[in-house]
Each structure stands twice: as C-alpha cells, then as structure tokens.
C-alpha cells in the first residue's frame, strides 16, 4: 500500500518568503517522525513524504521529495496524492489548511487517512464545533464570535479568552481580564477572525482517540502544560496518559463521535477538568501532538490500528490495557 504523508508546517505548507518557526518545525517534526515509524512497522506500507528544503532532509527510510518552491505545494502535492493508495495529512485547520487537503484527497478517490472533510470544516471553528456539540447536549464552554458582542465584551462576568476561530494550539489565545483588556485588545489589530469565550478553570486535558463512523475508541487521557505569561497562553506539551481515563471521559468520546459521525482516525478532544463535569474546549479532527507519546504510553502502533479501522468491514483496535504515563515536552 502506498501511503503519502504530508506534514503541512514541514513538508512545504509554509509561505516561501517567511522563516519557518523552529518551535512548529520541532512539532511538526514530532508528529511526522512518530507516524513514519509506526507505519513503517506495517507489511507491505511504502510511505512518500515531502520535505521543504529549507530543512534538514529526512534520515526515515522513506521516499521523500524536496520541495524548493512552496507555491508549488498544492500542485505537487494533488500529483503524489493521484499517484498514491492512501494520503494521511497532518495539517492545522488555519487557514482552512486541513479542509482543503481532505477535499482534494476525496476528489482524488484516494484513501483519506483523517477526518472526512465535512467533520473538519465543522472542526475548523471553534464557534461552530460549540452549536454543534451544544445542540448534541455535550459540555462545552460557550463561543462568541467577536463581531457578533457589544464593544464591552460578551455577556457575563470577566474574564475571557480570546483566540483565532480557526486557530490551532494557542496561538494568538489571549487572557482577558476585563472591559479595559477588552478594548485594548480589539484596537490592536483586526479581530473579526475571533471568537471569546468566558476563562473556565480546571485543569487543562485532553483526550487521544480513534473514530470511525459515529464511534470512539478513546486510548489516553493527557494532561495538557499549558502556561499563562503576559496575559498570552502557550502551549509546552503535557503527559500523554498522565490522567485516568474514567468512565464519564469515554461516555464523551463516544458523545463526540456520535455528534461528529465524520471523524476518522486520529482525533483529540482538548477539555477542562474542573470539579464539575469535563467541559469541552474544541475538537482537533486529526493528528495532535501528544500522539508523539501515544505508542510508548500505550503500547499500540497507531497507524496500523487506523488502517484496520479503514478496512470493510473496519477492525476496531484491541482495548488498551496499563497506559505508562509518557512526559511530552516540546522545548529543546
């Protein structure tokens, strides 16, 4: 089986003319390195990469196809898929990056290793990833698109967060105090691609799982390290398992599937864990950095597990059983 993987921020998804931050390389590469050996572990798996000359040339036994002209991405990129059995990108939904990629892989008839395209469009907004899992009855921290709120900021008591409705990770998430944040931060920049929601405290989590048609199988619950400096949150890793993984967490796996039939694959949900109940913060419809962890905190290949789940009739994974907690950080 031929199998393409492109990992957007390293595979030539970056624009030609910027640098390529070091620390979304290091995540990039994270990601594509734990893949790439546990599909390189499946009989009869050929795996093709792209690799953006701009950094160092992979040392995976793989096919891999430099790319010196990241405009010509997409075209290169629908090439491969055409040439391929399977495509399994790991992109952000920024952009409308991961979207995009699923619909080209659907139009192809190739196999798309990921979420189906409509389940990622949802995804891709934090706002409409809320209604969605609202109206299901689901847990989730309520979104207001920006434009949408009074100039004093959304109703309720302060504070808020503020972050890219698209956005990935926590880039550009801002921590917002009160009305003066409020109005300070809007007259920074444009901030109609933005939505708030009201600061929930708990502990920050996540949940690592596999979906296919409605269901979840859930492998890990992680305990995100996210840090708050400035008023700005950023994302530092966390352990992968470093958190029970009960029995209300999996009944919200299976919720969230089942609210999102499209999801396939790998899927993260990220949460709060507060005294109450977990409540949701959004869904990542793909590949997420604790999967970095996945293999060693639980023993399971993870490529091979998603590929059985993409036969007909699907092979659902074998219950995980110890989960070895697994230290994931993302600072050299």
């Known amino acids: 089986m031929r199998i393409l993987v492109v990992e957007f921020v390293t595979g030539?998804?970056?624009?030609?003319?910027a640098l390529i931050p070091a620390s979304l390389a290091r995540e990039g590469?994270?990601?594509?390195h734990a893949l790439l050996t546990d599909l390189l572990e499946v009989p009869g798996v050929e795996v093709t990469v792209t690799r953006d000359a701009r950094l160092p040339p992979l040392t995976a036994p793989v096919r891999s196809i430099t790319i010196t002209d990241p405009r010509e991405s997409w075209s290169l990129w629908e090439d491969l898929t055409r040439q391929a059995d399977g495509v399994w990108p790991i992109a952000p939904e920024t952009d409308g990056a991961l979207e995009r990629f699923?619909?080209?892989v659907e139009a192809s008839g190739r196999l798309l290793l990921n979420s189906r395209a409509d389940a990622v469009a949802v995804a891709s907004s934090k706002a409409a990833t809320a209604a969605v899992l609202a109206a299901a009855g689901l847990p989730v921290v309520p979104v207001w698109r920006v434009g949408a709120v009074a100039a004093d900021g959304p109703p309720g008591n302060d504070p808020w967060v503020v972050k890219p409705d698209d956005g990935a990770g926590c880039i550009d998430t801002r921590l917002i105090r009160d009305q003066a944040d409020w109005r300070g931060w809007l007259d920074e920049a444009d901030r109609s691609g933005f939505v708030a929601q009201p600061f929930q405290p708990?502990?920050?989590a996540s949940l690592s799982m596999l979906c296919r048609d409605g269901r979840a199988w859930p492998l890990t619950a992680n305990r995100?390290?996210?840090?708050?400096?400035?008023?700005r949150f950023s994302y530092g890793g966390g352990i992968v398992g470093g958190m029970a993984l009960s029995s209300a967490l999996t009944d919200l796996a299976q919720s969230v599937a089942a609210a999102l039939p499209g999801l396939f694959g790998c899927v993260g949900v990220d949460l709060i864990i507060g005294p109450g109940e977990p409540t949701i913060i959004e869904v990542n419809p793909r590949l997420t950095t604790s999967s970095v962890g996945l293999r060693r905190a639980t023993g399971l290949n993870v490529a091979a597990a998603v590929l059985d789940l993409a036969r007909d009739?699907?092979?659902?994974?074998q219950p995980v059983g110890r989960i070895e907690p697994v230290l994931l950080t993302l600072e050299k």
């Open 12 to 17: 030539g998804g970056m624009p030609p003319d």
């Open 102 to 104: 699923s619909r080209m």
């Open 29 to 32: 590469d994270l990601m594509l």
């Open 313 to 317: 009739p699907p092979v659902p994974p």
């Open 224 to 231: 995100q390290s996210v840090s708050l400096s400035g008023g």
């Open 202 to 204: 708990g502990t920050p």
